[in-house]
């Protein structure tokens, strides 16, 4: 799945991306691009693990798409190196 098409799927949609996370918006918001976009994602610390990400590292996230905030994030709950 890509960036883009999560973008085009219903609110609460269950979404699986690769790609990295370029930024750090503050608190647990993030911005994650892979080769079609970029999306705002929340990540918990407890997500995280301890684990640091830098962006060159390449990830998989998984979690559900919130379309109720503009623009649409993605909560994520699961995060893998």
């Known amino acids: 799945m890509t960036v883009d098409f999560a973008k085009t799927m219903h609110d609460g949609a269950s979404v699986s991306l690769r790609g990295n996370l370029i930024s750090h918006k503050g608190e647990d918001r993030y911005v994650f691009r892979d080769k079609s976009g970029e999306i705002n994602v929340v990540i ?29 994030v993605v909560r994520v709950t699961h995060l893998q190196k």
């Open 44 to 72: 918990p610390a407890a997500v995280f693990d301890g684990r640091e990400v830098q962006p060159d590292q390449m990830i998989n996230i998984s979690g559900s798409l919130d379309k109720k905030s503009a623009p649409a």
